[in-house]
């Protein structure tokens, strides 16, 4: 199947073409898959277009045409950034960047998840990695996946930065490869359980062996390589002393001995697992040539924030890999940032810079960004982390080449256990994800191609002994400011720059040489000739005793080597502790770390002085510019008037580039991507349209939104709707084939996880109204509804859970008139069910065992449930459990009759763990029940242990005003 999608903005004729040739030769169209979820599918009759008017328009979309009248289809991308060209134009003070985006093929959406397969856990996505607890583990979650590869793609995720006691006892001096710390304490990821390993050539074998032990048994299609990183304070193991001396003939440094050692010490960590990655990349791809290999990593900025090593372009640029998973998670990004001197939590910004900065290390691979609906800190309340989401899918949204997604880690902590409202919410961006693939991207911000030059050694410096500012202040000193201002920084590699035509959608360089240090001169080269070629390249350095290296590839430092291909050699450089002030704002923070300039040549400006010393100055070069600013970039984090500061540079900067652009910041990020509308705003406005809220588990209506400061927003525009018959405008399940549109009844089938409360809203001309409305599942058994109706916008709101194999919907319309909202209300209820007895009012008869997790009935106990159902109309019951359930129901507690039996419909003959855990669900009504419900649990073969396990009873009915 193809994933579809028609065009009305297009590429020039030429471009376009030669793209597309160049595509279609090289990889075809095979493996598309079809855009599943299509609640509006731009081949079928259903158009968009505005509410109440009833005019049909054409999607935006919809056109096959390009300028000048010819046909052309749409262009596929196999791996690598699927943009394929940008326009910009400068409208009411800010920027529209329009990037036309090809349609990608294979998985676009995965998800990582430690169980086994359960309908609960069969979220809206392509894939799933299935997580292996251990590299040697034979009895995996992953076995009951591999049974379903109908639904989902499966692989796996491993990493190979921990080991277990498994490893650690073959020999014991596998534990010389634990990475330590100065004291001798060995740095462990899980107490008693997993240690973070030295990538010694003992554990790359262990590793290779059983990659490769896992690839051939499961015949896997991909697998992903978990975290690749080395803490800053390890490098004293055994293990990591014997590498040294292997790797650079000498003996071991103690790393905080200089500078020098410091920064060995930790290229030495990324080498060495570049040395693992290269070793894995080669040996499977020569084995199993179809197989995907990927990482999954967190971004340079946010490992040197954490105090942790790793070398992502390193990794990236070998060639090996087939692409990455761009972990940014609830927890990191709602760390602290400096900022104007002060530390703060900016979720936005700092997942909008996490999210740029992966884009540098793409290449030709697939990049899938991970966004983390709740955290593991404990701290984060499901309302904390609900914000912190929304921010993170917002700042998604504002990344064009962000095509696909690693949609939640871990399901039963991201979604099984969050509130019904929060699962709602999941469930519209989920659809969301899925249903963006080859859509153009049109961001409203402001001056575009404001670019920072990043480099993994960012996590390879460090303040040391006062060797140098703090890197991670100098990097957010420099790029916070821009994101703040609405200037959408980009990111490109120092590491991998070697030609200038990686620069071409540049406005201006950001060259921070004080935290960023080239990894050889052709960087530097490559920068010189951009500049000479008509590039600005703003570099804002202070002075760093890593520059003194005796490693070091330069004389002098690396200010001086670019000073030099830029035909300055006389320049000399100094550094003082003098007061320093730019732009009006007074530096203290770093001013030891201060450069001055000598002998600047004649046609120099001379922008800053301190103490009579020039500490900035511009100079031109061929047709381009270089503006040195001498003041540690750290000093724009740590002061209160930095940030402007750092904006005057920057407006300064791109007054003097090649391009036509100019100087514009904004008070809004908006991302369109279709009708799928993304905002972040710094101060309130109105947004035009209307739409519906993504955000909002009621799917709200809202036209001209009110858009409140320092908030993001997701809605989907109802612009274009078609009311010529009542219509489906958005729905957060799975659609399952076409939508039934008659001027009288409208019939849809969504799926999803199972017992997850799905909303939908649909549209209706004026005049009808919903007559009636049903939901039966797979089976034709009665599905509870739950409705609103609006007469303002006669809009249907409409939300059930989704039991399994999905729900189908029918709604009868009338002309009899439907008065505003549902009539009732809906009330929810749930108990844990534990050794906390929160269940002790509905228990009626146990004889099982319980934990603090859960209860279980192992050989031939059970539990029995009461609860008085009288007074609850069209009540639900909702039952979390797992392992060898027989799950029964009564009206009188004596004729039972049985609602799920695991051990029935082809499933393993009795499990030994509690990989099915999922949650059930119990409509009284169909069982003909409707004053007492009794409920019981038993084990469904009672000779032995694994019995059925409850975890939580949840119960939802409807409440009417008196």
Not at 290 to 300: E, F, M, P, V
Not at 739 to 756: D, H, L, Q, S, Y
Not at 935 to 940: F, K, W
Request: proline letters at 4%; a negative charge.
């Amino acid at each position: 199947m193809k994933r579809r999608i028609n065009w009305k903005r297009f590429l020039s004729l030429v471009l376009l073409a030669a793209l597309t040739v160049c595509l279609f030769a090289s990889c075809g169209k095979n493996g598309q898959k079809e855009t599943e979820g299509e609640s509006l599918n731009l081949e079928t009759e259903e158009q968009t277009v505005d509410p109440g008017i009833g005019k049909e328009t054409e999607s935006e979309t919809d056109s096959g045409t390009q300028p000048g009248g010819e046909e052309q289809g749409p262009v596929y991308i196999e791996s690598g950034s699927p943009v394929l060209s940008v326009a910009y134009e400068y409208v009411d003070g800010r920027y529209v960047q329009t990037s036309k985006v090809g349609i990608l093929q294979g998985d676009v959406t995965t998800v990582q998840e430690a169980g086994g397969y359960s309908t609960f856990s069969l979220v809206l996505t392509d894939s799933v990695m299935s997580y292996v607890g251990t590299l040697d583990a034979t009895d995996l979650p992953l076995s009951s996946w591999k049974q379903h590869t109908d639904d989902v793609n499966v692989g796996i995720m491993i990493a190979i930065n921990r080991g277990g006691k498994s490893y650690l006892n073959k020999d014991k001096s596998n534990y010389d490869d634990i990475q330590m710390d100065k004291s001798g304490k060995y740095i462990v990821h899980t107490e008693n359980s997993a240690w973070y390993m030295v990538p010694s050539s003992d554990w790359n074998d262990y590793v290779c062996t059983n990659l490769d032990r896992l690839v051939r048994t499961y015949k896997l299609p991909f697998i992903v390589l978990e975290e690749p990183e080395m803490w800053h304070k390890s490098g004293y193991s055994a293990s990591f002393k014997a590498e040294w001396k292997e790797y650079y003939g000498t003996e071991w440094e103690d790393q905080t001995s200089s500078p020098d050692a410091w920064y060995r010490s930790m290229r030495l960590k990324t080498h060495l697992f570049q040395r693992l990655l290269d070793r894995i990349g080669k040996e499977l791809h020569e084995k199993y040539p179809d197989l995907k290999i990927y990482i999954a990593s967190h971004s340079t900025l946010s490992y040197n924030a954490w105090s942790i090593t790793s070398g992502l372009d390193s990794y990236m640029s070998m060639g090996l890999l087939n692409g990455f998973i761009g972990q940014t998670w609830s927890d990191t990004i709602r760390s602290n940032v400096p900022f104007e001197g002060a530390s703060v939590s900016m979720p936005f910004h700092s997942a909008f810079l996490d999210y740029s900065s992966y884009l540098a290390s793409q290449y030709d691979t697939d990049f899938y960004a991970l966004a983390d609906p709740m955290a593991d800190s404990k701290d984060l309340t499901e309302e904390k982390c609900r914000v912190l989401y929304l921010e993170t899918i917002a700042a998604q949204m504002m990344q064009p080449a962000i095509q696909r997604f690693e949609i939640m880690p871990w399901v039963t902590r991201a979604f099984s256990g969050v509130s019904n409202s929060y699962k709602t919410i999941q469930m519209n961006i989920q659809k969301m994800q899925n249903d963006l693939v080859g859509r153009d991207v049109t961001l409203t911000a402001g001056t575009p191609g404001v670019t920072y030059l990043i480099s993994d050694s960012l996590s390879w410096v460090t303040t040391g002994n006062n060797w140098a500012p703090n890197s991670s202040d100098g990097f957010y000193g420099v790029t916070l400011p821009l994101v703040n201002a609405g200037i959408p920084v980009q990111f490109v590699s120092l590491d991998t720059l070697t030609d200038v035509s990686a620069l071409k959608d540049a406005t201006i360089l950001i060259l921070t040489l004080d935290n960023i240090l080239p990894q050889n001169e052709k960087n530097l080269e490559v920068l010189a000739q951009w500049v000479r070629e008509g590039g600005v390249l703003l570099t804002v350095t202070g002075y760093s005793q890593f520059w003194e290296m005796e490693s070091a590839w330069w004389d002098e430092s690396p200010l001086a080597s670019l000073l030099d291909l830029l035909d300055m050699k006389d320049v000399e450089i100094g550094h003082g502790t003098s007061s320093t002030k730019l732009y009006g704002t007074s530096f203290t923070s770093y001013n030891r770390f201060t450069l001055t300039f000598d002998n600047l040549p004649a046609t120099a400006d001379v922008l800053a002085e301190s103490s009579g010393k020039p500490i900035a100055f511009s100079q031109d070069v061929g047709k381009g510019q270089i503006r040195v600013i001498g003041v540690s970039a750290a000093n724009f984090a740590k002061t209160q008037y930095g940030s402007e500061c750092m904006l005057r540079l920057t407006e300064d900067a791109v007054g003097e580039s090649r391009t036509e652009y100019i100087y514009a910041d904004s008070d809004l990020y908006k991302a369109e991507r279709g009708p799928y509308v993304a905002c972040h705003t710094f101060a309130g406005q109105t947004l035009d349209g209307l739409y519906l809220n993504l955000y909002d588990d009621n799917l709200s209506i809202l036209e001209n939104p009110e858009l409140e400061a320092n908030t993001s927003y997701l809605f989907y525009s109802l612009d274009g709707l078609d009311l010529s018959k009542p219509a489906l405008a958005f729905t957060g399940g799975r659609q399952e084939g076409e939508v039934t549109r008659e001027e009288r009844k409208t019939v849809f089938t969504i799926t999803g996880p199972t017992a997850t409360f799905t909303a939908s809203r649909l549209f209706a001309p004026e005049g009808l109204y919903p007559a009636e409305i049903t939901g039966v599942d797979k089976d034709g058994r009665h599905v509870s509804v739950d409705m609103s109706w609006s007469n303002e916008y006669h809009s249907l709101y409409l939300i059930s859970d989704i039991p399994y194999g999905g729900v189908t919907y029918t709604v009868t319309w009338g002309e009899t008139p439907v008065p505003d909202g549902a009539g009732y209300e809906v009330v929810e209820e749930s108990v844990t069910t534990t050794n906390a007895n929160e269940d002790a009012e509905y228990l009626i008869e146990n004889t099982a065992m319980s934990n603090s997790a859960q209860r279980y009935c192992d050989l031939a106990t059970y539990l029995i449930y009461k609860f008085d159902i009288s007074d609850m109309d069209h009540v639900v019951f909702y039952l979390s459990v797992s392992q060898n359930y027989i799950l029964e129901v009564s009206q009188d507690g004596k004729d039972w009759t049985i609602a799920y039996d695991y051990s029935q419909g082809g499933k393993v003959a009795h499990l030994k763990n509690a990989d099915n855990k999922t949650i059930l669900t119990i409509n009284p009504g169909d069982y003909g029940i409707s004053d007492t419900l009794y409920i019981r649990l038993r084990n469904s073969n009672p000779s032995l242990g694994w019995g059925g396990s409850v975890y939580r009873i949840s119960w939802k009915y409807r409440v009417y005003p008196d």
